[in-house]
């Protein structure tokens, strides 16, 4: 008889599941070698949306060998509630969090950097690229794709459940709780850059004779180059702003 234990999830985990096994206990195959991590993602689940587990009821970390007979319990992520003594099994949240989104999400890269969120978005990287950014700059990767957030490279890292930009960055703000980290118009559309301001002769040259004639504050990226100012699109780039501030807000 093969030795197996009993795995439970809680929560959104229950997305990655068949739909027999949602919000009830399973049973999993378990060889000597493999850890709870294993076992896990076995099961479909991405290490990267575990938070919590608990074999027996006691907390322990991805490393823990479980015993044939254990009864397991995966937990999603607590960025919002201290669970304080127990055993996170992912580093703890990004003091200052920074973002790295896959190709997919291009819309809600754009979102995140009008909201002032650090956000990369790298068009040409595949997914090992991603991962090694992720992990080399201490981002939090976004993606649809669960494949790429079972990377061993990968320790923080949010699965978009959402399929539209203004959806997913709704999404991210609530489950991330970024709410008091917004800071709109801070950064370029373009690239992410922190935009500053800039003197209306240094950038003169580069201006269409109404921007010219008509605007005298400006802000520019120091990374690209690329120029803002008060036109007749920032009525409705306030408007989304709002928007979002809006659906973010608790009802």
Not at 1 to 29: G, H, I, K
Not at 146 to 167: I, M, N, Q, W
Not at 186 to 202: F, H, I, M, N, S
Request: aromatic share 6%.
């Amino acid at each position: 008889m093969t030795a197996s234990v009993e795995l439970r999830v809680y929560a959104e985990l229950n997305d990655f599941v068949y739909p027999e096994a949602r919000y009830a206990a399973q049973l999993r195959p378990i060889r000597p070698h493999q850890t709870v991590k294993d076992i896990v993602e076995a099961a479909g689940i991405p290490h990267t949306e575990v938070d919590l587990m608990l074999v027996n009821g006691e907390s322990v970390d991805f490393g823990h060998h479980p015993q044939p007979g254990d009864r397991l319990a995966a937990y999603p992520m607590f960025e919002t509630l201290d669970i304080g003594p127990l055993t996170r099994v992912r580093p703890r949240p990004l003091r200052d969090p920074r973002f790295i989104v896959d190709v997919n999400l291009g819309g809600l890269a754009r979102l995140m950097r009008l909201m002032g969120l650090d956000t990369r978005c790298d068009w040409a990287a595949d997914d090992a690229a991603l991962a090694a950014t992720a992990a080399a700059e201490h981002r939090i990767l976004l993606t649809r794709d669960h494949g790429l957030l079972k990377r061993r490279a990968v320790t923080h890292g949010v699965l978009v459940r959402s399929d539209r930009p203004f959806e997913q960055i709704v999404e991210v703000i609530r489950r991330l709780d970024l709410a008091d980290r917004l800071a709109p118009f801070t950064r370029c559309l373009r690239c992410g850059g922190v935009v500053t301001e800039v003197a209306k002769q240094d950038i003169i040259d580069r201006l269409e004779p109404l921007t010219r004639h008509y605007y005298d504050t400006f802000r520019q990226c120091p990374d690209c180059g690329r120029i803002y100012w008060s036109g007749s699109h920032q009525r409705r780039l306030d408007d989304l702003v709002a928007r979002i501030r809006t659906a973010i807000t608790p009802a």
